[in-house]
């Protein structure tokens, strides 16, 4: 059974860095293609971030030049670095992984398989 456990969530004040580990458990994730979603309080869930097995990414337009997904395939592992961090990046932050996809993805109803969520509050 595969199963996504998050860490590395906290608060920071505004122009601060986080970084976000998901390790992935119950299969090797070397050919998954892996994401990182966020969802504030009363709005919609949205991708922030997608990468594949070759490491080829997807970035929402907020956080372009920002933020930088990568994974370690011997350590079943995705990160999420978030640089220049601002209070609208404040969420909780999923990690997803799809079985089927073969391309970086942002669309949540890609993916199967989710983390229970790690916190980021950005302080202004």
């Known amino acids: 059974q595969i199963q996504l456990v998050e860490s590395g969530g906290g608060s920071v004040q505004a122009g601060g860095s986080l970084r976000l580990s998901c390790v992935l458990y119950g299969y090797t994730f070397d050919d998954f293609v892996m994401a990182w979603f966020r969802q504030a309080p009363g709005k919609e869930r949205e991708g922030v971030a997608s990468?594949?097995?070759?490491?080829?990414?997807s970035y929402a337009d907020s956080v372009k030049g920002r933020f930088t997904i990568s994974r370690d395939n011997a350590k079943n592992t995705l990160y999420l670095q978030m640089n220049s961090l601002k209070p609208e990046d404040t969420a909780m932050y999923y990690c997803a992984t799809s079985a089927t996809l073969l391309r970086p993805d942002l669309h949540r109803n890609e993916y199967r398989y989710w983390g229970q969520g790690t916190q980021v509050t950005v302080n202004s």
């Open positions: 990468i594949d097995g070759d490491a080829d990414t």
